[in-house]
């Protein structure tokens, strides 16, 4: 299989040869791109935080796993591995559950062939909901894991539960650095003066059991939330990450604000001027936290398990099988409306444990990049 269809003629080829006289540092980042705003925070953050030491670094991105976007995926695998060798000073692998099933296959065959350093940044589990193992369908994946770990230079993982996946498996070198979104922002928890209150919740495909139960839970949770905070004088808005939820918000929620960007800038705003962030998409969560924003996150699989006890947040976010869910939701509404942040004081010393650990990953990185080019 050829990468391209007919020679591209117009870049002489001793361009990508010498590497000693280039200006730039040219970074493969194969992540998630698609059109799920979560995916970009985790990029985002990446990105921002080598480049603040590295601005000479130019990032290609690399639609990886099986998801809509930017075309079809193409993976770490194969002749693009040799097109990394030939045109990257580094390659990172960054971003999101890309444990979950093994999204990106990189082959235990293939990964020693890779020439420029490996990073992978920020990588964790999930499963198929609650306290269920780490979703691997194929067992011979984890082999695959464990020999992409050994050939990475780094290799961080955002929660616990992650690095103790990647332990069990016999690679225990991992740093538990927290999600990148994490880090995007850094800022004290705080009340906004406003009267936005940011639902943020994913409509399953209703392809399944499991998900038709989480599907009627998170729309009649939202139901009682919506009316209680009109009664409040508050502003509810449904946030959609991910462009499949809008059509099925507006059918759930016609008479309500609904909020949908292509642009991750767009978002940062909305949520950076919140008073509340209430629902279960964790990036939402995660990000927020970094912002310093009120939340509080509504599990559905083991990634939302993962952060909770990572930062040990279990008396403060809530499972989606809790029992009496709605009247803890409010209880919790109501500390916030309050001004009781009590809550994120533990955790606002342990975002900024990680942010420590997160910061001398980076540093670690881009040291490495400049050492090998």
Same mark, same amino acid.
């Given at each position: 299989?050829?990468?391209?269809?007919?020679?591209?003629?117009?870049?002489?080829?001793?361009?990508?040869?010498?590497?000693?006289?280039?200006?730039?540092?040219? +970074?493969?980042?194969?992540?998630?791109?698609?059109?799920?705003?979560?995916?970009?925070?985790?990029?985002?953050?990446?990105?921002?935080?080598?480049?603040?030491?590295?601005?000479?670094?130019?990032?290609?991105?690399?639609?990886?796993?099986?998801?809509?976007?930017?075309?079809?995926?193409?993976?770490? %695998?194969?002749?693009?591995?040799?097109?990394?060798?030939?045109?990257?000073?580094?390659?990172?692998?960054?971003?999101?559950?890309?444990?979950?099933?093994?999204?990106? %296959?990189?082959?235990?065959?293939?990964?020693?062939?890779?020439?420029?350093?490996?990073?992978?940044?920020?990588?964790?589990?999930?499963?198929?909901?609650?306290?269920?193992?780490?979703?691997?369908?194929?067992?011979?994946?984890?082999?695959?894991?464990?020999?992409?770990?050994?050939?990475?230079?780094?290799?961080?993982?955002?929660?616990?539960?992650?690095?103790?996946?990647?332990?069990?498996?016999?690679?225990?070198?991992?740093? &538990?650095?927290?999600?990148?979104?994490?880090?995007?922002?850094?800022?004290?928890?705080?009340?906004?003066?406003?009267?936005?209150?940011?639902?943020?919740?994913?409509?399953?495909?209703?392809?399944?059991?499991?998900?038709?139960?989480?599907?009627?839970?998170?729309?009649?949770?939202?139901?009682?939330?919506?009316?209680?905070?009109?009664?409040?004088?508050?502003?509810?808005? +449904?946030?959609?990450?991910?462009? %499949?939820?809008?059509?099925?918000?507006?059918?759930?929620?016609?008479?309500?604000?609904?909020?949908?960007?292509?642009?991750?800038?767009?978002?940062?705003?909305?949520?950076?001027?919140?008073?509340?962030?209430?629902?279960?998409?964790?990036?939402?969560?995660?990000?927020?936290?970094?912002?310093?924003?009120?939340?509080? &996150?509504?599990?559905?699989?083991? %990634?939302?398990?993962?952060?909770?006890?990572?930062?040990?947040?279990?008396?403060?976010?809530?499972?989606?099988?809790?029992?009496?869910?709605?009247?803890?939701?409010?209880?919790?509404?109501?500390?916030?409306?309050?001004?009781?942040?009590?809550?994120?004081?533990?955790?606002?010393?342990?975002?900024?444990?990680?942010?420590?650990?997160?910061?001398?990953?980076?540093?670690?990185?881009?040291?490495?990049?400049? &050492?090998?080019?």
């Amino acid at each position: 299989m050829k990468l391209f269809k007919k020679k591209i003629n117009y870049i002489p080829e001793k361009f990508y040869f010498q590497r000693e006289n280039k200006e730039n540092y040219i +970074i493969h980042h194969y992540a998630p791109h698609t059109f799920n705003a979560g995916d970009h925070f985790v990029v985002q953050s990446i990105r921002n935080h080598i480049l603040e030491l590295l601005p000479e670094a130019v990032f290609v991105p690399k639609a990886i796993a099986d998801n809509r976007g930017w075309g079809s995926p193409i993976g770490l %695998r194969g002749e693009n591995v040799l097109f990394s060798n030939t045109h990257a000073d580094a390659v990172i692998v960054g971003g999101s559950d890309q444990y979950n099933n093994w999204s990106p %296959r990189i082959s235990r065959k293939e990964i020693d062939f890779l020439k420029p350093p490996l990073f992978l940044i920020g990588l964790g589990v999930s499963s198929k909901d609650l306290n269920l193992e780490p979703y691997i369908k194929n067992k011979e994946f984890n082999e695959d894991i464990v020999a992409t770990n050994k050939k990475a230079a780094l290799s961080s993982v955002r929660d616990d539960v992650t690095y103790n996946f990647l332990k069990s498996l016999g690679f225990d070198k991992a740093i &538990n650095t927290g999600c990148p979104a994490l880090h995007l922002f850094d800022s004290e928890f705080r009340i906004n003066n406003s009267k936005n209150v940011l639902i943020t919740f994913p409509f399953p495909l209703v392809n399944n059991n499991v998900e038709n139960l989480k599907y009627k839970i998170l729309v009649d949770v939202s139901h009682k939330l919506i009316k209680y905070l009109h009664d409040k004088n508050l502003t509810p808005i +449904i946030v959609c990450h991910d462009d %499949r939820d809008v059509n099925v918000a507006q059918y759930e929620f016609a008479n309500e604000k609904i909020f949908f960007s292509n642009y991750h800038k767009d978002y940062f705003e909305l949520y950076n001027n919140a008073l509340l962030v209430i629902g279960s998409r964790l990036h939402a969560t995660i990000l927020t936290s970094g912002m310093g924003i009120p939340n509080i &996150n509504i599990n559905l699989d083991l %990634r939302g398990q993962a952060f909770t006890q990572s930062f040990e947040f279990s008396d403060w976010h809530l499972d989606y099988t809790e029992t009496d869910i709605f009247n803890k939701l409010i209880e919790r509404t109501e500390k916030v409306l309050s001004g009781n942040l009590s809550m994120f004081v533990n955790f606002s010393a342990k975002k900024k444990e990680k942010q420590i650990v997160f910061k001398k990953f980076i540093e670690d990185t881009v040291q490495i990049i400049k &050492n090998a080019k």
